[in-house]
Structures are given as C-alpha cells and as structure tokens.
C-alpha cells in the first residue's frame, strides 16, 4: 500500500521561502505522477503543482506560477515543492498526492484523479 508522508511545512514571514517534501515508501515510486494540493481553512481543498513521472513535465496554478517549483527524484522516492515569496494566502495545509493515471494537463489537475494522498503539512505565512 502506498503512503505518502509530508515534511518541511512551518512558519514562515511573506517574502520567505519553505521547501515541502513527501516521501512514498511503497515501491514503483518512478510510475507515479505527483502533484501538491492544498486547503486554507473554511476553502476547498486546491491543486498547486503537478509533475510527471520522469520530471519532465509540470504545471502549476496561477497563483503560485513563478514562486513555487516542484521536482521529483526517483532515486529517493521524494517528490518537493519549493516556495518562494511565500504570501499570507499561501496559508494551508499541504497535501502531497499520487496517481497511476496517464498524465494529461487537465487529468493532472483535478483533485479527483489523484488516490493516494498523504496528511498533510502546515504552512503559515505571517504578515
């Protein structure tokens, strides 16, 4: 069964920069696409970036395009984000996920794609 574990959220001031991990400890780490999503209190839970199983392919949100980049190394079954000019919006709890499925822009998107979710990490961004 695959399990998902996130690391590297905390609290940050807007402007700074966090970089989440999360680590699959099942095996076939390489097959799967990756993605980060998040959820502010009282919002829906929202994509952030996507990447597909070589590394070579990525997407991300408006919101976060420019600020944040996410990378895969398949030798150590961890997939990251790294953020930048964090904003208090950035406020979240951060949820890495994987998926099997073929990785198309709108697939890789959509939370609903996406069976294998880890707990989560807190991220907060003062002002």
């Known amino acids: 069964q695959v399990q998902l574990v996130e690391s590297g959220g905390g609290l940050v001031q807007a402007g700074g920069s966090l970089r989440l991990s999360c680590a699959m400890s099942a095996g076939g780490f390489s097959a799967y696409a990756m993605a980060w999503f998040r959820q502010a209190p009282g919002k829906e839970r929202e994509f952030v970036a996507t990447?597909?199983?070589?590394?070579?392919?990525?997407y991300y949100a408006d919101s976060v395009k420019g600020r944040f980049a996410i990378s895969r190394d398949n030798a150590k079954n961890t997939v990251y984000l790294q953020m930048f000019n964090l904003k208090p919006d950035d406020t979240a709890v951060y949820y890495c996920?994987?998926?099997?499925?073929?990785?198309?822009?709108?697939?890789?998107?959509?939370?609903?794609?996406?069976?294998?979710w880890g707990r989560g990490t807190q991220v907060t961004v003062s002002s």
């Open positions: 996920a994987a998926t099997l499925m073929p990785f198309t822009r709108t697939d890789s998107q959509q939370l609903s794609s996406y069976n294998n």
């Open positions: 990447v597909n199983w070589f590394g070579s392919i990525t």
